[in-house]
């Protein structure tokens, strides 16, 4: 395959992570608004409930979005020529993928019971 074509798909990618990120970021910074300035409404069994199963839900399919995300990147990357001699590519052979991908779980699990204890 061309080298340029498989360099844009991992920039696509790239992007699709950044993306997620954001949504991720966006998405619980609003429901830490809600759970702050939600008042009475929020003792409402229904309103928990859904507000848990957002943060649940939303957060492992940004989980799976993102880790497949990074997986693609990491193959793609593999695929373009000399990229395992670069500096990045030196780097990234120290510091193998499945560190960020457990890392990831963490943070998002961290998230989610602090989210989940606020809101019960």
Same mark, same amino acid.
């Given at each position: 395959m061309d080298q #340029?074509?498989?360099?844009?798909?991992?920039?696509?990618? !790239?992007? +699709?992570?950044?993306?997620?990120?954001m949504s991720f970021t966006l !998405?619980? &910074?609003?429901l830490l608004i809600v759970l702050g300035l939600g008042g009475a409404g *929020? @003792?409402?069994s229904g309103i928990q409930l859904s *507000?848990?199963? %957002?943060?649940?839900?939303? &957060? *492992?399919?940004?989980? @799976? %979005?993102? +880790?497949?995300?990074? #997986?693609?990147?990491? !193959?793609g990357l593999s695929d373009i020529d000399g990229f395992e001699t670069s500096a990045m590519g030196?780097?990234?052979?120290?510091?193998?993928?499945i560190v960020f991908r457990v890392a990831n779980l963490v943070i998002?699990? *961290?998230?989610?019971?602090?989210?989940?204890?606020?809101i019960y």
């Open positions: #340029q074509k498989v360099f844009d798909m991992v920039r696509t990618r !790239a992007a +699709d992570v950044r993306t997620i990120v !998405a619980h &910074s609003a *929020l @003792a409402d *507000l848990a199963t %957002f943060t649940v839900l939303g &957060s *492992l399919w940004c989980l @799976a %979005f993102m +880790d497949d995300g990074m #997986q693609d990147m990491m !193959a030196k780097r990234l052979a120290k510091t193998p993928i998002v699990a *961290l998230i989610v019971i602090a989210e989940l204890l606020a």
